[in-house]
């Protein structure tokens, strides 16, 4: 698996349940800003066993993109609908309501936090733990 498709797959697990992105937000999220359908051609190409909440990403339009073979769209629909995302009748999702932009705040702060431990330790060397 290439870097892209996995800085992909890292910004996709990040939307929570009953939220949906776009593939444009994740696009950016990934640092791929403006490259909205390598998002689509990472989900699709998507390994099995991988757990990666695809459903949750939709097009811009807050709809499911129709695939050119198969019903994974009518899955899809199915997921996200178990998880309480709402559709109108015509298929459109409230995205004032639904859109997951990025992360929180909070969360950034976190991960900014984690990313300096851990540029601390592969800087020096040094192990973290109790000493002796």
Do not use: C
């Amino acid at each position: 698996m290439n870097e892209r498709w996995s800085k992909i797959y890292r910004a996709v697990r990040r939307i929570p349940p009953g939220r949906v992105a776009t593939y444009g937000t994740i696009a950016t999220l990934a640092g791929l800003d403006g490259h909205a359908r390598q998002v689509g051609y990472a989900l699709h190409a998507l390994p099995p066993g991988l757990d990666i909440q695809w459903h949750r990403v939709v097009n811009a339009k807050g709809e499911i993109s129709e695939r050119s073979s198969g019903d994974s769209h009518e899955l899809q629909r199915h997921l996200l609908e178990a998880e309480g995302v709402e559709f109108s009748l015509r298929g459109v999702i409230e995205m004032r309501r639904f859109n997951w932009k990025g992360p929180g705040k909070a969360e950034r702060l976190k991960g900014l936090k984690a990313e300096r431990v851990q540029t601390r330790s592969a800087g020096t060397g040094a192990v973290r733990g109790k000493k002796k």
